[in-house]
Structure formats: structure tokens, C-alpha cells
């Protein structure tokens, strides 16, 4: 079935930028069907969708983090990456991303499935 | 930026009994809601999509129900892996795709 692995460094310093790549295996990325994301979870807080690209290399941010995020993705590979810049302490999180089911009348509806995510800590 | 607000932030029951967990929407999403579980350690597990449509494998106790503004999930009779942190999704307007803040489901 398929399965998603994040990787990358897990300590970034501030300032610096965050760089984080998702593995995709047991299914095409080039699938019309679908968007790919990155969500992300402070330690013992909720979600927060970062941003999401189809195989085209189409992409949507979260507003709030547009400025400093960017997505993009290598078909050859099968993978998709983050990008994102002059973090601070309140980027530390778990980095998760997912394939997001992409609808009829919208890009993308709900996530499934995951990878397992990957802690990634903004400290000097 | 639809705001979805879940309560309660915790719910106590005892194994068994039925839970219903809530999830408001700040303005409608229709039935563009998906409902999420995660354990400690883990990722999110998709259970509902389409606020009532149970995803692969997710067993007959789960059941998700509403439109527009509220919604809830029901767990009819709580299992012991069943204790965990659950999180509504909304995706009818985007950017940005967004969850409420969770519910944790604990052991009573």
C-alpha cells in the first residue's frame, strides 16, 4: 500500500532554513488524483496544514506562512519537498506529510495517508 | 480562515460506554469535514470523510454525522484502543485546509 517517509536534518538553527523531504513508495505521485502535503504539530499541540502540490508542480500555501514556505516536487524521484525559511524556536515541530485526496470541484479534500513524521527542533 | 473549534478539550468515559465528540465550524462547510484519530507517537489516521463516510477499515463504531456549522463523532461503545486525541478537518474553503484543536478521549 502506499507509504510516505519524511527526512532531513532534525536540528535547524534560527535563522536558517528548514529543508525536508518526503519519500513516496508503493504508488505514483503523477497521480491526477491527488494533491501531496505538509502538516505540521508543535510538540503537544494540534495541526497546521503548511502547504500542498500536485504532480505539476501546482502548489496552495497556508497564508501565514506563505512568505517564508515553499513546496515543490521531483516526479523522477517520486518525492516532494519543504522549504521553509528564517525559522525560529516556534517552527519547532513534528513535520508530517500526506497524500491529499484531490476533488472534483477542488483541489484538496481530506489527508490519507500520512507518514509517520519527523521531529524537527529550531535551536542554536 | 474557517475557524473550527472542538470541545470538549477533554472527555472521560469509561470503556464501553458511548462518546461524542464535537466540532464547530466558524461558517459552513456543508459536509466537507474529515475526522482524524492519533495516538501518542503517531500520525493522524483518517476515520471520516464527507462528515459520515467511514474510511477504509475504520470499524462500524465510528460514525460522523452533521452539516454547515456542527458536527459530531460518535464512538458507540468505546473500545480500549479507542483512547486517543481526535481532530476535525475542514475542507471547503481553502487556503487554508484547517483542523480544529483536538479532543482527547480518556480512560474514565
Known amino acids: 500500500q502506499l507509504q510516505l517517509q519524511e527526512s532531513g536534518p532534525g536540528l535547524v538553527k534560527p535563522s536558517e532554513t528548514l529543508s525536508l523531504t518526503c519519500t513516496v513508495s508503493?504508488?505514483?505521485?503523477?497521480?491526477?488524483?491527488?494533491?501531496w502535503g505538509w502538516i505540521r504539530q508543535p510538540p503537544g499541540k494540534g495541526l497546521e496544514w503548511i502547504g500542498s502540490?500536485?504532480?505539476?508542480?501546482?502548489?496552495y500555501y497556508n497564508p501565514s506562512l506563505k512568505s517564508r514556505v515553499t513546496i515543490s516536487v521531483d516526479t523522477s524521484k517520486n518525492q516532494f519537498s519543504l522549504k521553509l525559511s528564517s525559522v525560529t524556536a516556534a517552527d519547532t515541530a513534528v513535520y508530517y506529510c500526506?497524500?491529499?485526496?484531490?476533488?472534483?470541484?477542488?483541489?484538496?479534500?481530506?489527508?490519507?495517508?500520512w507518514g509517520q513524521g519527523t521531529l524537527v527542533t529550531v535551536s542554536s | 480562515e474557517i475557524v473550527m473549534t472542538q470541545s470538549p478539550a477533554t472527555l472521560s468515559v469509561s470503556p464501553g460506554e458511548r462518546a461524542t465528540l464535537s466540532c464547530r465550524a466558524s461558517?459552513?462547510?456543508?459536509?466537507?469535514l474529515a475526522w482524524y484519530q492519533q495516538k501518542p507517537g503517531q500520525a493522524p489516521r483518517l476515520l471520516i470523510y464527507?462528515?459520515?463516510t467511514r474510511a477504509t477499515g475504520i470499524p462500524a463504531r465510528f460514525s460522523g454525522s452533521g452539516s454547515g456549522t456542527e458536527f459530531t463523532l460518535t464512538i458507540s461503545s468505546l473500545q480500549s484502543e479507542d483512547f486517543a486525541v481526535y481532530y476535525c478537518?475542514?475542507?471547503?474553503?481553502?487556503?487554508?485546509?484547517?483542523f480544529g484543536q483536538g479532543t482527547k478521549l480518556e480512560i474514565k
Open positions: 502540490i500536485y504532480y505539476s508542480g501546482s502548489t
Open positions: 478537518q475542514q475542507y471547503n474553503n481553502w487556503p487554508p485546509w484547517t
Open positions: 461558517q459552513s462547510v456543508s459536509s466537507n
Open positions: 508503493g504508488g505514483s505521485i503523477s497521480s491526477s488524483s491527488y494533491y
Open positions: 464527507g462528515a459520515s
Open positions: 500526506a497524500r491529499h485526496q484531490k476533488g472534483y470541484d477542488r483541489p484538496g479534500r481530506w489527508f490519507d495517508p
